[in-house]
């Protein structure tokens, strides 16, 4: 494979950052701001960390050669001693197309996984492959460590190896559809077209989940495609799911003051908690209902929570919705300029291995596991008319328009630079005519 010879950390951050790579799932933090020569680990996160969602392992079965090879180049770059891939242990496809190629990159291992909830929170993943706990509020890089996933690896294999910036991305298609699958799709696409892709919907009143049923949100079908969005869950509008995500934050309030019987299991199996954090939902849930501001450290420490959401989704007994009300919490306290407070990390629970939730409990919970069904990797690019692209699908600074209304563009072409500071740039996922521009996204017709 050529193309992938040693880079500086300046050149290669130059790249990415001019190819508009950012984290492909989550809230796509820019990748060349990732690069830093502390990281004396780098890790590769093929977790899939939500229930139902397969695109990570798929595209690394399908593609290890060339990702392995832009993780090594990421382990040069920043000196890193070790690489590690966390993959689950049931991956059995993916780990065999890796160990047929990191042989000859002896930096790089596996880091081998249990099939439980939340394996892909950073924070966890940097536990089970280092033994390394990251320090509450504390990011990767300041215990030496940064994590990249799957796609965003191969998204740099295709910048550096082929001139591709990102134009497209991977997303399962799951649940109350006839063909579930992941496909390629260009960005700014429809969330309607890419749900196109799977066949017909079987149920009568649809609901699309997107990024999965966890920490998804329920979004309309107009909704664009961005680099962050790793899958559309297609639910009936009366599913447990759909159901609490509309629930009102004054009502489960008052149905927490009124059912909560401080029996802690939000905390004792809350995965924050058991590696030290001082995160503890059961006396937030105490002191939010009873309106208690005594000790205030217990609404200040909703900043370390990660919102996984396994407290309200799983560990729960009656039902009550710890993760949306500490949410809550955090925005207030963001909006009025709150930072988390400095904490130490407790030690780690001892306690910790056997309070994991397994991934198929935790989908028969959700009564997901019927939708627990193939969705094989098509990687061809789906073709579309109209695309919305979003000049703000990073964390940082939105990129700034570098075309105008009847501009002709062609796909790959960068139609909007990285603004100054932390920013990277927006390129047309199809050719055609720019019909609409404004500060928040563009508009091209085929």
């Known amino acids: 494979m050529s193309g992938m010879e040693r880079m500086s950390l300046e050149e290669l951050s130059a790249v990415l950052r001019q190819s508009g790579i950012v984290g492909a799932g989550g809230a796509g933090f820019p990748t060349y701001a990732k690069l830093d020569k502390r990281a004396d680990t780098i890790i590769m996160n093929c977790a899939e960390c939500e229930p139902l969602l397969k695109l990570h392992r798929q595209l690394l079965e399908h593609n290890a050669g060339e990702i392995v090879q ?8 920043v000196e890193a001693k070790e690489a590690i891939i966390g993959i689950k242990k049931a991956y059995k496809g993916a780990i065999a197309a890796l160990q047929e190629c990191i042989g000859e990159y002896p930096e790089i291992r596996l880091g081998l996984l249990e099939e439980v909830y939340p394996a892909g929170d950073e924070v966890v993943l940097i536990y089970e492959v280092t033994g390394k706990v990251v320090p509450p509020g504390g990011l990767p890089i300041g215990s030496g460590v940064a994590v990249f996933n799957v796609e965003t690896v191969y998204n740099i294999y295709r910048a550096v190896a082929q001139a591709e910036p990102v ?3 991977l997303v399962s298609i799951v649940g109350e559809v006839e063909h579930p699958v992941t496909v390629r799709l260009p960005l700014g696409c429809s969330l309607e077209e890419a749900v196109h892709q799977a066949g017909k919907i079987t149920t009568e009143n649809p609901v699309y989940f997107v990024g999965g049923p966890m920490m998804g949100f329920e979004g309309s079908g107009s909704l664009p495609v961005t680099k962050t969005t790793n899958a559309v869950l297609v639910l009936p509008e009366e599913h447990l799911l759909v159901q609490r995500k509309r629930r ?3 009502i489960d309030l008052k149905r927490a003051a009124a059912a ?7 905390t004792d199996l809350c995965p924050r908690h058991l590696l030290g954090h001082p995160i503890e939902p059961h006396k937030f849930m105490r002191a939010a209902t009873c309106k208690d501001i005594q000790d205030t450290d217990i609404f200040l420490n909703t900043m370390f929570c990660s919102s996984c959401g396994l407290c309200e ?3 729960c007994m009656q039902g009550l919705s710890p993760r949306s009300l500490i949410a809550d919490y955090k925005s207030g306290l963001r909006a009025h300029g709150v930072k988390p407070p400095k904490a130490e990390a407790a030690p780690v629970a001892k306690e910790r291995e056997f309070r994991r939730a397994p991934m198929k409990r935790l989908m028969a919970r959700l009564d997901l596991t019927k939708y627990d ?8 690019t789906v073709e579309c008319k109209r695309v919305k692209l979003m000049l703000g699908q990073h964390i940082g600074a939105p990129a700034i328009p570098e075309v105008s209304v009847a501009d002709e563009v062609e796909r790959g072409q960068m139609i909007a630079r990285p603004a100054d500071g932390l920013s990277v740039a927006i ?3 199809i050719s055609g005519k720019v019909m ?3 500060d928040k996204y563009i508009v091209i017709q085929a």
């Open 313 to 315: 989704n799983y560990s």
């Open 436 to 438: 609409e521009v404004t």
């Open 167 to 169: 134009q497209d991305k």
């Open 248 to 250: 009102k934050s004054s």
């Open 70 to 77: 832009a993780f090594h180049l990421l382990a040069e770059t």
């Open 260 to 266: 909560c019987c401080q029996c802690s299991m939000c």
């Open 427 to 429: 390129h047309a996922s």
């Open 373 to 380: 069904k193939p969705a094989p990797l098509n990687g061809q």
